[in-house]
C-alpha cells in the first residue's frame, strides 16, 4: 500500500514535466515551407539552438526561417521580405564531437592530436588528448633546438596519452572561455640528459583558455597551462618533480 502514494507521485512529476516541455516548444517554419519543433536552449542573432525529440540537438539558421512562435517566453517573428537564395542550410544536427591539433607541439618535435566530445546538455566536454615524438631516431631534438633547449632539460616525447576535462563558460556560444584539468601520461626520450634510456612521466596541468569557432566546421582554441612533471627514470630509483608552463594553439574541425 505505501508504494501507491509513491507511483502516484512519479506520476505527477512527469505529467508536470511532459505538459511545461510541451508548453516550451517552438514552431519553425521555413522559407522552403519546412517545418521543426523542439525546446530552444539558446537564441542569437545568427542562430538558435534547439532540442529535438530524443534529446538530438539542432543548430537552426535564422537566415532561413520565415516565421516562428511558442517558447518559453512565447515568442514571434516574422522574416522581413527580401532574397534568401544564398542561404545555405536550414537547420542541421549540432556537433558534438572534434579532432584537432596543438600546433605549437610542433615545435618541440612533437605531434599532440586529440579527441573531444561536448555533452550538449551541459557545459562540459571531455579531451583525450595523443602525443607522437617524430625526432627519436638519434638526438632528442635538431642541432639547433638542442643547443637551445638543452639548460632547460627538456625531454622529447617517445608516445602520451591522457584526458582532460573542459567546463566551457558558455553553453553553446562561438566564443567561450575554458577551464580544464588535464592529467597525461608520457615515456620520454632521455639519453642525452640522463643514463636512463627512457623515462616515465605523469603531467598534471590547470588550464585557463578561450575557444574560438571560425566556421562551419572549424574552430580554434588556446590556453596557457601551470602544474607539475613528475619524471621515474628507467633504471634509477627516485623521481625528479619539475614545474611545467604549456602553451597551446589547436585547431580542430568540427563533426
Known amino acids: 500500500m505505501k508504494k501507491r502514494p509513491i507511483l502516484l507521485l512519479l506520476t505527477l512529476i512527469l505529467s508536470t514535466y511532459h505538459i511545461f516541455a510541451q508548453n516550451n516548444e517552438l514552431f519553425i517554419t521555413f522559407k522552403d515551407s519546412s517545418k521543426v519543433k523542439g525546446v530552444i536552449e539558446y537564441r542569437g542573432s545568427k542562430r538558435l539552438i534547439l532540442r529535438g525529440e530524443n534529446n538530438v540537438f539542432f543548430e537552426i539558421n535564422t537566415k532561413a526561417i520565415q516565421r516562428y512562435h ?15 537564395s544564398n542561404v545555405k542550410y536550414n537547420y542541421r544536427r549540432l556537433k558534438a564531437s572534434e579532432i584537432g591539433i596543438n600546433l605549437l607541439a610542433l615545435l618541440s618535435t612533437d605531434i599532440n ?12 566536454g571531455l579531451r583525450f588528448p595523443l602525443t ?11 642541432t639547433f633546438i638542442l643547443d637551445f ?14 584526458v582532460e576535462p573542459r567546463i566551457y563558460a558558455n553553453k553553446y556560444g562561438n566564443n ?7 592529467g597525461e601520461y608520457q615515456l620520454n626520450n632521455t639519453r642525452i640528459y640522463s643514463e636512463a634510456d627512457h623515462a616515465n612521466c605523469l603531467r598534471m596541468m590547470i588550464n585557463n583558455g578561450s575557444s574560438h569557432r571560425i566556421g562551419s566546421h572549424l574552430k580554434m582554441s588556446t590556453d596557457f597551462g601551470i602544474g607539475y612533471t613528475i ?17 597551446r594553439l589547436t585547431l580542430s574541425g568540427l563533426f
Open 132 to 142: 607522437f615524438g617524430f625526432n627519436n631516431f638519434k638526438y632528442p631534438y635538431s
Open 149 to 162: 633547449w638543452k639548460d632547460l632539460k627538456m625531454k622529447n616525447t617517445i608516445f602520451g596519452i591522457g
Open 176 to 182: 567561450s572561455y575554458v577551464f580544464s584539468f588535464s
Open 70 to 84: 511558442g517558447g518559453r517566453y512565447n515568442f514571434k517573428y516574422t522574416a522581413p521580405a527580401g532574397d534568401y
Open 231 to 247: 619524471f621515474f627514470w628507467g633504471n634509477q630509483s627516485g623521481a625528479e618533480v619539475l614545474p611545467q608552463l604549456r602553451l
Open 113 to 124: 592530436v586529440f579527441y573531444e566530445y561536448r555533452f550538449l546538455k551541459t557545459k562540459i
